[in-house]
């Protein structure tokens, strides 16, 4: 479905110094930096596919779907979508994706969500009554029978972002790519959201490519993640395995029924946490078992759990991991 | 009080590096200033044309005296006023106005000096040259008292403009889309380019008493020409204050009502 | 082929959005009343003595109130504002979403812009009235199909300024904004398209220079032909310029429109 080999994306940014006199010197003449934006990148989506797209802040995801839906032309590299080149904006093509910005939206302001529906179906050309049946289905999906004859600036930004949704959805488009949809929305608007966003997928068989910077997106949604760092991939595969690569660790909770020093505890394992009645500690892999059932054996234990580290603390060490590379990089050069 | 006149220095400061960083618009800035003022002028030379009378009771020399304050008041109005008040109108629209409200300085004086327009000095400079061309086609130079007496009239008009531009932004808080109310001031404003006895009727309250254009422009012409009473010159700077204090009220009490209707 | 037909939603759409933003439309026109300004000054000036225009015709201050208040008329309906649209867009980024439509840009935005006309329309109806009770009445033509080719260099005229517009907004896309381009067509418009004063009191170079520029074609022309400025003979080769620029123009704002768009794609927004 979305096939890329080797892409690229380089821009010359000016470099404006700070200060009036090199502000107005650089009216004259201009400094120029090259920013590799994305920096050679390979990976393919299969149809029907849902793929989290992740990377610190700047990684390139952004520039990446920009391309993929062709505002934006490769510096080099293939690119195709289902078959078509993006940035010759066919439309044929232009009906089968859709970009969804959590922070760009195409609403119009003072009118009615519906209003925008009905120029979307204008716009796309879609038949009345497949327009009446994807319309009902996208409002049952997502609740927002009462929304939609609001004017837009009424509504609140969790109804705002469905509506904006089903706005993206009613020509049907077979592609999606969503750059972080469930920004600013509280928890349990994030679980419609993805709800929705899961049943849609499933329903039409369509492809998806999500960034989000909320981890749980990313595990409800996609079974496989890719990550790039400075334009470049750093990893494509299950989630699980980007879990174990980054945090080779599992994290054992112990619960004890009589108070346990620590240093007895440490023998275990990393101690992440510990105070007389429970502790947590950090266990390489191939060890849990043996680390488990030391502690049975020795310990006071009441109850035991085994786990794998909250996903936000393996998101943030990645990224972490790799801007302290960045900043190593830096200086050494 | 220093304080403020730092303030004002660091806005001033951020307008010229804003203005250094587009230089497209750096160089067309002067070239527009240029020819708003060549626009200001050709009307002059339509009506003052050859085998025409012109404005009753206006020279073509006095009216180009009338012609070089309407250039200079819209230099001060483009390049420190209007500026500012674009800002006020995007930031209620964006309700990032919260955050002007939050500083511990006065709201008022922070969203007048959020933002200048340093190249309006053009204007400014190409009124004085209209002034030159004006004095030498009536062959004489204005008399002391005339020039001190128009420049306390330029400060009556700097602070009648200023408080107009206060109420209009005040209007932003009650009407919801109003981008374009700088527009509508600058295109009412353009009436002052003509001395104020061509408008009759009621065009003529309006621009003396509603929207005093006749206290900008063609008051200190009158007075530059010599031919200003005492009077007017009175009437005109209790107008202003007047004015002035009625801006102000306004503004306080739009605040108000913009922080009790939670944005 | 489906840009045309999504043609009439686009209008019905823009058309509610003109309802909803009536009071922002009225502001707008209420700062296009500079005619009736110019119309205070001359007839001030017409009173101490008709005034003489280049071509021996004489301007009581009855054919200066014909002449300005279709002046305003026209404003009114020959009115876009695309480039301040384009420009606001490439700024807030919302232009991608633009892109991202399976319909030609310009298509939506010449909608957006027709679909004001009805309101427009409205406006100038107390003109109209004010018009047709004033002494302007009889320095208006009676001819029919004078009002006809009136209408049809309405058409003209709408289309210079609306592919100009487009044609500058297209700038930004290659110089960050060009507002300030459009503030100098404004400014050129003013002086030169008949909006402050008739082409006709215009001194002799000022003439030849607005002859030779699209603005005279904009405003001048169509009111010219009904206010007894232009005889039809004379009209026909001024509405046949005047349709060139449109055509020109039109020309212009495509390839301006289409470069800009690659290089938006190659630089980014």
Known sequence: MIRIRGLTKHYRVHKRPPGLGAAIRSVFHREYTLVKAVDGLDFDVARGERVGFLGPNGAGKTTTLKMLSGLLHPTSGELSVDGHLPQSRETAFLKKIMLVMGQKQQLLWDLPPAETFELNRAIYDVPKDEFRKRLDELISLLEIGDQIGKPTRQLSLGERMKCELAAALVHGPRVLFLDEPTIGLDVSMQVVMRDFIRRYTEQFGATLLLTSHYMDDVAALCPRVVVIDKGQLSFDGKLEALVQKVRPEKRLTLRFSAPVAKERVAELGTVVRHDAAESVIQIPHDSVNGAVGRALAELPVVDLNVENPPLEEVMSELFGRSRAARAEGESAS | MTRYLRLLGIQLRASALLAAQYRWDFVVDGVISLFWAFTAIVPLFVVYGARRTGIPGWSFGEALVVTGWFILLQGILDGAINPGLAQVVDHIRKGTLDFVLLKPADAQFLVSTSKFALWRIFSVVSAFVIFGLAFRELGRLPAAVGVLESLALLVAATVLLYSLWILIVSAAFFVVKVDNLTYLFSSIFDAARWPSSVFRGALRTVFTFVIPLAVMTTFPAEALLGRLERSTLLGAMVGALVFASLARLVWIKSIGHYSSAGG | ?269
């Open chain 3, 1 to 269: 082929m489906s840009s045309l037909k999504a043609l009439p939603t686009l209008l019905r759409i823009g058309f509610s959005e003109a309802i909803v933003y009536r009071a922002e439309m009225l502001i707008w026109v209420l700062a296009t009343t500079m005619p009736l300004i110019m119309l205070a000054l001359w007839t001030a000036v017409a009173e101490v003595a008709p005034v003489a225009g280049l071509a021996g015709r004489t301007w009581s201050s009855g054919s200066f109130v014909a002449y300005f208040l279709i002046v305003f008329i026209v404003r009114q309906l020959i009115s876009s504002w695309a480039a301040w649209e384009i420009n606001f867009e490439v700024r807030q980024g919302t232009l991608a979403m633009r892109l991202l439509r399976p319909i030609h840009p310009i298509t939506s935005y010449m909608a957006g812009n027709l679909a004001y006309l009805p309101q427009r329309f409205l406006v100038t109806l107390p003109i109209v009235v004010v018009l047709v009770l004033s002494p302007g009445l009889e320095h208006l033509s009676k001819s029919p199909a004078v009002w006809a080719m009136w209408a049809f260099s309405l058409v003209g005229g709408w289309m210079i300024t609306f592919f100009a517009n487009i044609a500058i907004g297209a700038l930004s896309l290659f110089i960050e904004s060009s507002v300030k381009i459009m503030d100098v067509w404004l400014a050129a418009f003013f002086v030169f398209s008949g909006y402050l004063f008739p082409i006709d009191l215009f001194p002799a170079w000022l003439r030849s220079a607005s002859d030779w520029l699209p603005f005279r074609y904009q405003i001048g022309v169509p009111v010219e032909l009904v206010t007894g400025g232009l005889t039809v003979e004379q009209a026909w080769p001024l509405l046949l310029r005047q349709w060139g620029w449109a055509l020109g123009l039109l020309m212009l704002a495509l390839t301006l429109w289409q470069v800009g768009v690659r290089r938006f794609q190659a630089v980014g927004g």
